[in-house]
């Protein structure tokens, strides 16, 4: 049953069958093979399985900065509006490097996400480990469209984050 779970055989589109199997199946919470249903429901943009999943096992709540980076570079926006609802910040990071769930956006050209996420007040010029923003990833990657969207946003932000990166090259 597990791997029918996870492989989305189980009408993953179909939220009233999904919570029948969640209604009729223990997972195995002490091991990782509840995690990685979440995971992989979270990876293939399956909402409904995600949104049952943290309401039948609300531990799994504290894993859901770590989804928002995941959905955020897969341009999973249904994911990324229904973790915002959960009350994850905008502006969450991976611990390690700092990069935004905004700058993995911006580096993978996911532009519904980015629409998402500005929308909901994520930084376009909060820096990482490394000084480097949501722009500058989007402008390292080509991607014009997501640097189309967050001029769009917030211009005036833009326009100086843009003119304050050109005058520190131009010092290098």
Known sequence: ??????????????????????????????NDRSLEILDKAARTG???????????YPEFECNLESLMLDAAQEDQDG???LLLS????????CPEEQISALSYAGMFGCL??????????ANMIDHDKWGDTPIWYAETYGHQTVLDAYEEHDPESYADHVHTESEMRMQM
Not at 8 to 13: E, F, I, L, T
């Open 1 to 30: 049953m597990f791997d029918d779970i996870i492989n989305g055989a189980v009408y993953p589109d179909d939220k009233r069958v999904l919570s029948s199997v969640f209604d009729n199946v223990a997972l195995p919470l002490n």
């Open 46 to 56: 399956n909402v409904n399985m995600v949104e049952l999943l943290l309401e039948k």
């Open 79 to 81: 994911l990324v509006s």
């Open 86 to 93: 959960k009350g994850v910040d905008p502006n969450c990071k």
């Open 112 to 121: 519904r996400t980015i629409k998402v996420l500005l929308a909901a007040g």
